[in-house]
């Protein structure tokens, strides 16, 4: 059973920084995409920025010189650097990962996700 877990979410003031964290956890061997989605009330769920094993990024154009993606694939762990954060930022943040092999070497399509870390620009 594979479970992502978020963490790093907070209230910060317009203009400050956070930094958040996804490990993933079970019996992975590897994962394919690790990314960030967001999705602010009223609002669809949506792409912040993805990530994949070889290096290639997937990113929103609204946080495109603001917020860098990476991660560490030995401990299965993906990274969101948020900078210049602006109230429209304000979105619960879900981790998500695709294309997980496991240790057992079945390699499975569907999404996983976490279950959201809340993140609040306000002054």
């Known amino acids: 059973q594979v479970q992502l877990v978020e963490s790093g979410g907070g209230l910060v003031q317009p203009g400050g920084s956070l930094r958040l964290s996804c490990a993933a956890s079970?019996?992975?061997?590897?994962?394919?995409?690790m990314g960030w989605y967001r999705q602010a009330p009223g609002k669809e769920r949506e792409l912040v920025a993805a990530?994949?094993?070889?290096?290639?990024?997937n990113c929103a154009d609204s946080v495109k010189g603001r917020f860098t993606i990476s991660r560490d694939n030995a401990k299965n762990t993906v990274y969101l650097q948020m900078n210049s954060l602006k109230p429209d930022d304000t979105a619960v943040y879900y981790c998500?990962?695709?294309?997980?092999?496991?240790?057992?070497?079945?390699?499975?399509?569907?999404?996983?996700w976490g279950k959201g870390t809340l993140v609040t620009v306000s002054s």
């Open positions: 998500n990962a695709k294309g997980i092999t496991t240790a057992g070497g079945l390699t499975y399509g569907r999404n996983y």
């Open positions: 079970g019996s992975i061997f590897s994962i394919d995409t």
């Open positions: 990530l994949t094993s070889d290096g290639s990024t």
